[in-house]
Structures are given as C-alpha cells and as structure tokens.
C-alpha cells in the first residue's frame, strides 16, 4: 500500500510539473494583465462573421494579396481576419503597440472562406501597427505594415 502512495505522489508531481519550470508552456496566450515588454501574445482566432463596418481593412483581390483580408476595428479591439486561399493554410495578422509594451499574432486556422477574429484589450489612444502574413510559393509572406489609432 505504502509503494502505491508513494507512486500516486510521483505520479501527480509530475503531472504537474511541481519539480520542473514554473514557465507558462511556449502555447499559451498571455492575457492583458500580465503582459510585460518581452511577452509575446499568440491569439488563435474564432469563428465570427465580419460585423460592424467601423474597420480599418486590407487586402481582398488586389494586385498585391489574393490570399487575405485583415481588418482592425479600434473600437472593441477587435482583429479580423479571412482566408480568401484555398491552400490549406493559416493566415495571421501579426501586431505590436507603437509605444513597445505588447506585440502578438493572431492566428486564423479555421481554412479557406471562415471569417475570424480575435479580441485583445488594447490601451486607448495608442497606435497599432499591423501586417497580414500569409503561406504562398513555399515561404511565408507578409503585407506592407498598416497604423490603426485606437
């Protein structure tokens, strides 16, 4: 009886992870209240239909990208995003404050013709700078990088 204890302890200390690092997993999202100048946010985007036109979009059949629309409405701070390739393919739309203190990604893997979004806390009266990054040819591409006030 006393070794299946002693197996439980092992067992669940280790699933744990009480004896190893007490860093968040490279995986997880970093939420507003803890975000510091070296954090970097990753966002994975939902299913969500473009509402509200007060946005700020790119892309959509022109010369330079067939193959996303982002969008980013400063009120709710609210990143959008919709894959237009039918490659099989995430699309992101990769941000960072102007003033330093918080940068991320959002990542749309829901597939060709899902609109999605990501909502973030941004800070009020800041500028958000921002580029649409696509898979095409083999290597990874990005937009010209665009300014939102929010």
């Known amino acids: 009886m006393r070794n299946r204890i002693i197996t439980f302890v ?3 200390i280790a699933a744990f992870g009480l004896l190893g690092s007490t860093a968040a997993p490279a995986s997880a999202s970093t939420s507003a209240g803890d975000v510091g100048t070296e954090a970097y ?7 969500h239909g473009m509402t509200d036109h007060k946005r700020e979009c790119y892309g959509d059949d022109t010369e330079w990208n067939a193959n996303v629309v982002g969008c980013v409405m400063p009120y709710g701070d609210i990143f959008w995003l919709y894959d ?4 099989a393919s995430s699309v992101k739309l990769t941000w960072r404050d102007a003033d330093g203190s918080r940068h991320g990604v959002c990542i749309d ?3 060709y013709g899902d609109q999605t979004r990501c909502n973030k806390n941004l800070p009020e009266g800041h500028t958000i700078k921002w ?3 696509w898979w095409e ?7 010209e990088t665009y300014s939102t006030n929010i």
């Open 84 to 87: 237009i390739d039918q490659d």
């Open 131 to 133: 580029e649409l990054v």
């Open 10 to 12: 092992a067992l669940a």
């Open 41 to 47: 946010e990753t966002d994975y985007a939902v299913l």
């Open 109 to 111: 893997d829901e597939g």
């Open 137 to 143: 040819g083999g290597d990874w591409h990005s937009s």
